[in-house]
């Protein structure tokens, strides 16, 4: 389930995922397509952010990939899954999200002005 990773001269050529079980390959992607439809999880935002860029099928490729490394940490550290949200990618990058969408506004001819929540009374 690893993506291939070849490159000649800096240019890549193949993303092919490597040889491995096929069975564990479609219990994955079973599973990751169970992922993929959830509202409220990691998972499926990220297969929705994913689906954007690359494609369904391969955004499917890349949840089951991190199904896979999620239960080899559970397997090795043998500790509980902790589900992260659906809201995780956007917390993680708050300052990147408010700089882009105040970018936007400013192309789109607006002149604006932020304030936090607690200070507007």
């Given at each position: 389930?690893?993506?291939?990773?070849?490159?000649?001269?800096?240019?890549?050529?193949?993303?092919?995922?490597?040889?491995?079980?096929?069975?564990?390959?479609?219990?994955?992607?079973?599973?990751?397509?169970?992922?993929?439809?959830?509202?409220?999880s990691d998972l499926g935002e990220q297969y929705r952010r994913l689906a954007r860029r690359i494609g369904k099928k391969k955004a499917l490729v890349a949840v089951a990939h991190s199904i896979?490394?999620?239960i080899y940490h559970i397997l090795k550290g043998e500790?509980?899954?902790?589900?992260?949200?659906?809201?995780?990618?956007?917390?993680?990058?708050?300052?990147a999200v408010k700089r882009r969408a105040l970018r936007s506004l400013e192309r789109l001819g607006y002149d604006v002005s932020l304030q936090e929540k607690g200070a507007v009374a």
């Open positions: 389930m690893c993506p291939g990773s070849k490159v000649s001269a800096g240019k890549r050529l193949s993303g092919k995922t490597t040889k491995g079980s096929s069975w564990l390959r479609a219990a994955l992607l079973e599973a990751a397509h169970g992922a993929s439809h959830s509202k409220q896979l490394v999620i500790k509980a899954y902790h589900e992260l949200g659906s809201t995780y990618f956007e917390e993680r990058e708050r300052d």
